[in-house]
């Protein structure tokens, strides 16, 4: 998978505080090296050979008492690019570093970028048996011990971050080294395609959803295209094929016409997985906003389905603002151990490598179940290619036994966030464990990979930033729904955290008789007063993210009843119906509760009731 990241509008303060794209880069950014071990697991190397590897941070809002900084570090766990692409896109870290008063500190994975242990010989064997998980997780354990001694940080709580590969990374993190991390944020993380097949097949079908789900419907044209040069390979017309592809060089065999069906796949793959709001160049040079959008219509337009291909072959292997260049199948899509790509040049090679050692990631895709043809890639197919290019294999049960599979539940303080765009979304966590509500799911409407880690954008989807800066004791209002949404007046009783809402105003607006409205008002557990013929009933519950609601099929005026999780009082049901909430009013209350030592396993009955289910 390559690396290859959520309303209507940014909220305010990001803009009085002058957050944009262009300030984000501007802030201090210090790279460094420390010196790594190498290998962490052989008793005979410990302290012996060591590499440099390079690290960027910023402190300008670290929180400092005297000598010792007091704020929580906020670690970016690097993935298979050079560690500068990540901090250019993960502006939403600066965001909450900026709130929680935290170090951001990116390091880089081993074997990407400039961290090469053996220099310009780390991909020959024997050199390149040191690229494993293991060892990277390892790196950044000792990375993090290292920036704590070295900035008088000892007593300064850690949160991990990573989208795609480094949100895996950062859940293993938490589920390896919970003596170190307090809590991770794992964006766009598949960690079940190590453990599930269907999770493992699902990426073609969604990739073809995406498209599918656009305004401009251009699958069945992309069908029509594939069928087209099916006939060409045929009659044996490949010169047609590579003019009509606009190619460099004219394929001559079914070998290069299978090389370019996975390039042409590759288009699509790209596409989806930066279906951003806005233009990018992560990745993808001067890629256009809601790219899926502007190739289906480039498809649907064009003089004929061919055509139509390599316009949008333009869109991601060029660049719409680039002159127009016969296309280079072997620079431009290198054939891997991952159908969706490896890149090019040594992070491909890399990540190649990774892919036929603890990386198990898509199969092939079928014509039956998406718009792709039948291009095979069994798990045998995967074998006999890495034994021939590395002499290695897949360790697939090795790999679900070390990172734990779909078997996660007895982690904690982890939020597993996917965009409902994006196609890696099928391997992702996306139901709650009710016995665990330290493990938070969220689902972003409108967002593709990792979306929700880049710097906020005006354009970005309403589910992702909330409309109100994260204060304490302040109530979220969310602004994923219409502008004009009302959220109820309410005041506080200062000798009791009691919160009395407005419900008369509020049931005028949206016409609900029996509500009960959940807000995140600082983090304790509070009392919800329902205004009902202007008579009230309280109910004990936990403030996890705002405005949610409760559905209370019975509530009888005038009583009070305590939520436990079971039938209590008047309320015969409870039915949790979280109503598009803000993903980043979650993640500010989740966090804020993780660095306070007051999210685990530990909640009361009464706050288990109201988070059990995850955000959604």
């Known amino acids: 998978m390559k690396f290859c990241l959520l309303a209507f509008a940014v909220f305010l303060s990001i803009f009085v505080r002058g957050y944009t794209l262009k300030s984000f880069k501007n802030l201090t950014a210090t790279t460094a090296f420390l010196d790594q071990t190498i290998d962490h697991f052989n008793i005979e190397q410990i302290g012996a050979p060591t590499f440099k590897q390079k690290y960027i941070y910023n402190k300008d809002y670290w929180k400092k008492d005297g000598l010792n900084h007091t704020g929580p570090i906020f670690f970016y766990c690097g993935n298979e690019e050079d560690v500068d692409s990540f901090w250019y896109n993960s502006g939403a870290i600066f965001v909450y570093a900026e709130t929680y008063n935290a170090l951001v500190i990116m390091v880089e994975h081993r074997y990407y970028g400039a961290s090469l242990p053996f220099g310009d010989k780390s991909f020959e064997w024997p050199n390149i048996q040191y690229l494993t998980v293991e060892q990277a997780l390892a790196d950044f354990a000792m990375a993090i011990q290292y920036i704590k001694t070295t900035m008088n940080a000892e007593n300064s709580k850690v949160i991990v971050f990573g989208g795609s590969y480094g949100g895996e990374l950062s859940a293993y993190m938490r589920f390896k080294y919970p003596n170190i991390v307090d809590g991770a944020l794992a964006a766009s993380a598949p960690i079940l395609d190590q453990s599930s097949k269907t999770a493992q097949e699902s990426f073609w079908p969604l990739v073809t959803e995406d498209f599918n789900n656009a305004k401009t419907n251009a699958t069945s044209t992309i069908q029509k295209a594939f069928a087209d040069l099916e006939e060409l390979r ?46 990018t160049s992560f ?35 060029q660049g719409i603002n680039s002159p127009d260049e016969c296309f280079d199948l072997d620079t431009l899509y290198v054939v891997c ?13 890399a990540w190649d490598f990774q892919e036929c050692t603890e990386e198990p990631y898509v199969a092939g895709s079928k014509s039956s179940t998406s718009m792709f043809p039948d291009i095979p890639f069994t798990y045998q197919d995967k074998v006999n290619y890495c034994k021939s290019k590395y002499n290695v294999v897949p360790k697939p049960l090795w790999s679900v036994t070390q990172f734990w599979g779909d078997n996660i539940w007895s982690s904690s303080n982890i939020i597993f966030s996917n965009g409902l765009l994006d196609p890696w979304r099928g391997g992702g966590v996306l139901k709650a464990n009710p016995s665990n509500p330290s493990i938070t799911i969220i689902l972003i409407e409108g967002a593709a990979h990792h979306l929700d880690l880049r710097p906020p954008n005006p354009l970005d989807p309403p589910a992702v930033w909330p409309s109100q800066p994260p204060t304490q004791g302040r109530l979220w209002q969310a602004s994923n729904l219409e502008s004009s949404r ?81 039938k209590s009082g008047a309320i015969s049901q409870i039915q949790r119906v979280c109503l598009n909430t803000s993903y980043q009013a979650c993640w500010f209350h989740v966090l804020n509760l993780i660095l306070r030592h007051e999210f685990d396993h530990n909640l009361p009955e009464t706050s288990k009731s109201c988070v059990q289910t995850g955000h959604l």
């Open 486 to 566: 009302y959220v109820p007046e309410y005041y506080t009783d200062e000798n009791d955290d009691v919160f009395y809402f407005d419900m008369e105003n509020y049931q005028e607006v949206y016409g609900f008789e029996r509500e009960v409205i959940c807000g995140c008002v600082g983090n304790k557990i509070i009392r919800f007063a329902e205004f009902v013929n202007k008579k009230s009933v309280t109910i004990a519950g936990f403030l996890l993210e705002a405005p949610s609601f409760f559905e209370v099929s019975t509530i009888a005026s005038n009583t009070e009843a305590t939520i436990t999780g079971e």
């Open 337 to 349: 151990a991952d159908p969706t790509g490896c890149g090019t040049g040594n992070n491909a090679i």
């Open 283 to 317: 990745i993808v040079p001067d890629l256009v906003g809601h790219p899926v959008e502007y190739t289906s219509q480039l498809i649907v337009n064009a003089s004929s389905p061919l055509i139509g291909i390599r316009e949008a072959a333009k869109v991601i292997y």
């Open 234 to 279: 045929v009659n044996g017309e490949y010169a047609k094929i590579s003019s009509l592809m606009y190619l460099c060089k004219d394929i001559t065999d079914d070998e290069g016409y299978m090389h370019l069906l996975k390039y042409i796949r590759n288009i699509f793959t790209n596409l989806a997985m930066f279906d951003y709001p806005y233009e």
